[in-house]
């Protein structure tokens, strides 16, 4: 048996005991009152992810094919404000208890944002150093099949 086979084989098994064990702490949670607004969370989960998440990065990525570094720090960005928004659009409530959300979440989310932005920098100048010693660089010539 191949190796690549048996590790198909331990990740699928390892994949399907860990759902089973969510599942498990999900339907058994003494918390959980209604499994059914477990089911309408996830389906519109689902929903945005491959109605709107998928199809919005998919339209801006694909002008910037020519640009990788670009393009992955629009992924980046995206995922950083997806997970941070909601604390950012948060932050300013006031509520009874100080100790939720104490932190400077917009700053920190556009600190966040300005990392990844000098990273995809210094990405694009190190490709530019590289190339800078090698003379012009030319388009490669269009494979048949592409519009």
């Not at 393009?71 to 509520?95: C, E, F, K, M, Y």
């Amino acid at each position: 048996m191949p190796a690549a086979r048996v590790l198909r084989g331990t990740l699928l098994t390892a994949g399907l005991a860990l759902i089973g064990f969510g599942l498990h702490g999900l339907l058994n949670d003494p918390y959980i009152t209604d499994p059914l607004d477990v089911l309408i969370w996830a389906v519109g989960a689902l929903v945005l992810h491959d109605g709107l998440w998928v199809p919005a990065l998919t339209a801006l990525g694909a002008p910037l094919a020519r640009r990788p570094l670009l393009r992955g720090w629009l992924i980046v960005a995206a995922a950083v404000t997806a997970v941070g928004l909601p604390a950012v659009l948060r932050s300013g409530v006031q509520r009874a208890n100080r100790s939720l959300l104490p932190l400077p979440y917009l700053r920190n989310w556009l600190l966040a944002l300005a990392a990844c932005a000098a990273l995809g920098l210094l990405g694009a100048a190190a490709q530019w150093w590289r190339r800078r010693g090698r003379g012009p660089v030319s388009d490669p010539p269009p494979r048949a099949g592409r519009w």
